[in-house]
């Protein structure tokens, strides 16, 4: 592709609202235009990119045996209120009319879509089990868009579905498409783990996402480097934290506590570590007031909080509702005599001796309070947020927390989606019963997002040689100079008729601009032409990574160029 | 592919409401599934046919130097206010706002989106010419929608947009896109015919529409056999058609047509021919009544009529809105001493000797009425509807009036959106000048429904083998014979590891239900094993239009196979 007739403008002005590298550096490279907050037109170069990732996500969901469909961006409201989602599902489902005023949403994600027509056309378990996939745009009406293609509202996914007669089968399902994952991410060159996640509102009995490792991750991950443990800190345990020195239980007591409502200032006031203090959090749930109990230098993990509880909403009190619950301001909460409150202990508290708790009474605090003899101990859970240095839950080594994007996630939804919207089957004794599903998310954009956060420099982006926009970028250093143009030409051309995909700068620019071009271009392999090595009779290879020009013979260089392409389309790592 | 482990479900039943041969029989072929009206899933089978159209538009659109990008379904209001269509387009826009309360829509079609992205990135005359592609998921919140993908609500288009410095460059890209659709249609198999077509909502200059003839067209299309020329009958015009004989003009007289409103009932009370009649239609526009003048054999078209008024919106006038124009009932409108009114002749009627026309009283008709003196004749313009006989514009010789499928269409914008959105570039003089532009859009679910309804018999689908899901069908006639399943499960190993993408029945099912599915999915070639053949020491090879199967030694069938389909690879056509 010449430059000159090709539909590239790299930018210098970026808006400073563009808070990733990855969205920096793909508006830069003119990649990527915003249409509206979270909406964005691929541009060409950055087309390329996306058809790559999609060809390799369509290659190793094939070789798993799933099957490719295509199901609708606008979909019936009435399928979402089979599977009673329509109620349930937040503000970021993009629901309107059509014109005679029927419900419809766009679409962000298709169980119910695929569930509608597997139960039309499956009804004996010798028509399972399959796995349906589809690469499609969706829509997320995300109340804050941002990062670019990592957040955005609308965005392209792989959506996968596998149908099964039972759990067995789910399984194998489930390890096809933790393999699957694992190949296109790698062919990607991406450095992921899988950690354990939390089902969320999909629901299911089991969930693992894939996460990139990045300082720009949106989520937190623990990770143990020991034995390999990870999961997503909304779903993270650990094991048991140590206990202070052993200790005498003291008598229950009183002490003023002015002004000191966070553990800080408790600590502070009465001279304590806070890991002698239990920290109590008032909640509210749909039913009821939850006290949830975590020792001072711990935080309590609503997701966690939340799955524990059952509940459908969870969120902290009002300062009002404080003093509702606990008869005292926000701040000076506490478990002892309180009353009407659900108690919940995190593990952490039943090893905190002679504590500091609130007194559910204004600038008071207790102390010597012990779990059990002072308060209901009955329930405890694990409700704390895991920190760096926590013990690993597997093998006990610390574990660490790092930043990740989550670029895939998979579920095992079991029968949630197939028994509220009857989607039967015949097993073999002739009984009906629910088909067993799994569902498996990947984001075609969101992975380009994280293969640039991994892959680039001060300079620009480092594309890995699978989805390098181009296999090769020819620069003839000054187009004006008929030599030289007639010296890249030649080349450009000899390149395209082995097969090469290159593009061409022939555009009318300095060297300069177009080498610092290049490099925010970031295609691996570049060839030079023109300048003192052409007056040589030599033109010059650079890599990308390297950036040191080697320079050839001229009349070698398209050997060259053509042996380091076909090096690295061997280079592309396949599935294992 | 085993279909055993495939997704793939023929149908007994369908709708009664499936009305289009090419919708019953994708919907028997469990190629397409409906998800709401209008809203269609692409099962595997029917997304292997729109993957292979979209290469085979990808291919043609590339090699006429097109550049593809990819721009977002859901587009905010401001866009479309700035060209003004957000007030003027219809209910066919589906609107919504999202949890911010803003305006958005599914985009119907791009001008919008792409005119906004090129205007922030050329400035000068050297960053044109280009143009820009796409293949993309669309709405339109049709009030009817039927015949499956002919005209749905969401479906994929391939839309272009191309942008040039002057007229000049627009015609090169113009003739450009009539070669890649050319190139297209007839590599997909496609009988077509291009019209001069009306530029509608869109607006421009001119415009050409690809029309594939079949008779569940929803378009009607002039054509003439001696010379070539071709139109959309809302655009055809005609020759001079043939005069009565000549007359001396007599005088005007009334007479009383009692209950007569309609051309048929005048011409039999007055015992005239329809010729002899000049009919008049009043319409509304958003300024003024107009009365439209035809001859009573002829309708009026208001297409060509808006045109020629050059106005936003024509309709009928009501009865009410009649007698307020003309003082008379609807029915006997007459030109005849008219106030008030713009009176439209077209240019039959100045032929029209001694014509009846209405008095613009109850129950009466003028008779000898003569344009000119009795009428103002001043305003005169071709807004009669084209019809079958009638004389050709460019030859003379009588058209035809044949059922179109309209699969593509280009029009000549010119600079009607980059004026109205400020998309200007410097010329050579330095001098700011609003781009000039074309768009070209082609539907890509539409031209696979095209196909089917040039391509089927009683029994099903004859796929070109351009298109075909997959290139043969293998037929294990009785999966239940170990020795059938053994040697159909060889020659199925065989042909795919000569890389020949083939759909092997290997379901427990009668060999009469495997033939009727191979009928119905029409795939080019079958391969047959088993029965009294496999006995013989043989297998069959059979083709789609011809169905007697061809028994060869069973050694011999894979190359024989695989023979035919090297022959279908390169009888696919490509562009001229």
Chains 1, 2 share one sequence.
Not at 68 to 93: F, H, I, K, T
Not at 424 to 446: A, H, K, Q, W
Request: net charge negative; charged share 30%.
């Amino acid at each position: 592709m010449r430059w000159s007739s090709y539909f590239l403008h790299t930018v210098r002005e970026i808006p400073a609202d563009a808070d990733a590298i990855s969205h920096r550096l793909m508006l830069r490279a003119g990649m990527l235009e915003k249409v509206a907050a979270g909406i964005y037109t691929y541009l060409p170069l950055g087309l390329r990119v996306i058809k790559k990732v999609e060809a390799i996500v369509r290659e190793e969901m094939n070789r798993e045996g799933a099957i490719e469909l295509l199901m609708p961006a606008v979909q019936p409201a009435e399928l979402w209120e089979e599977s009673g989602r329509w109620d349930r599902y937040g503000r970021e489902l993009l629901r309107f009319k059509d014109r005679h005023d029927r419900d419809f949403c766009f679409g962000p994600t298709h169980e119910e879509v695929v569930t509608a027509t597997v139960r039309g056309r499956v009804a004996s378990y010798r028509q399972l089990p399959f796995n349906l996939y589809q690469i499609q745009t969706k829509f997320r009406d995300e109340i804050r868009p941002r990062f670019g293609l990592m957040r955005g509202r609308e965005f392209i996914m792989k959506d996968a579905y596998s149908f099964d007669k039972d759990e067995a089968g789910l399984a194998i399902h489930y390890e096809k498409m933790i393999r699957a994952y694992g190949a296109i991410f790698r062919r990607c060159g991406l450095d992921f783990v899988i950690v354990e996640s939390d089902v969320g509102a999909i629901g299911g009995a089991s969930a693992h996402e894939f996460m990139v490792l990045a300082e720009t991750g949106e989520d937190a991950v623990a990770r143990c480097a020991a034995c390999g443990y990870g999961a997503n800190v909304e779903k993270a345990t650990t094991g048991d934290l140590t206990a202070g020195e052993p200790e005498a239980p003291a008598a229950l007591g009183r002490a003023a506590t002015p002004g000191a409502k966070s553990v800080e200032a408790v600590a502070k006031v009465l001279n304590v570590a806070p890991p002698r203090i239990v920290k109590t959090l008032i909640f509210e749930t749909e039913k009821e007031f939850v006290a949830a109990l975590v020792r001072g230098d711990l935080d309590v993990n609503e997701v966690k909080l939340r799955n524990h509880l059952g509940a459908e909403h969870l969120r902290l009190a009002s300062d009002a509702k404080v003093l509702e619950a606990t008869g005292a301001p926000a701040g000076y909460s506490g478990p002892v005599g309180l009353a009407g409150v659900r108690i919940v202990n995190d593990r952490s508290v039943l090893r905190v001796v002679n504590a500091v708790v609130g007194a559910n009474a204004h600038d008071e605090h207790f102390v010597n309070a012990n779990a059990g003899r002072d308060w209901d101990d009955s329930e405890v859970a694990d409700i704390a947020r895991a920190r760096t240095g926590d013990p690993c839950p597997r093998c006990g080594e610390p574990i660490e927390i790092a930043r990740g994007i989550e670029v895939g996630n998979i579920f095992k939804l079991g029968t949630k989606y197939s028994s509220s919207m009857g989607c039967t089957f015949l097993d073999e004794n002739g009984e009906s019963r629910p088909v067993v599903m799994g569902c498996y998310g990947l984001g075609i954009g969101r992975t380009m997002a994280a293969v640039i956060e991994q892959h680039h420099d001060d300079d620009g982006i480092l594309w890995p040689a699978a989805l390098s926009p181009f296999e090769a970028h020819l620069i003839a250093m000054n187009s004006n100079d008929p030599t030289t143009r007639e010296e890249a030409d030649r080349v450009y051309e000899e390149l395209r008729s082995k097969g090469i995909d290159v593009l061409y700068d022939d555009r009318d620019e300095r060297a300069g601009v177009k080498f610092k071009d290049a490099d925010l271009l970031g295609l691996p392999l570049r060839i030079q032409i023109g300048g003192r090595s052409l007056k040589e009779g030599k033109a010059e290879i650079a890599f990308r990574k390297l950036r040191t020009p080697e320079p050839l013979p001229k009349e070698q260089v398209v050997e060259a160029a053509a042996a380091a392409v076909r090096e690295a389309r061997r280079e592309v790592p396949v599935s294992a």
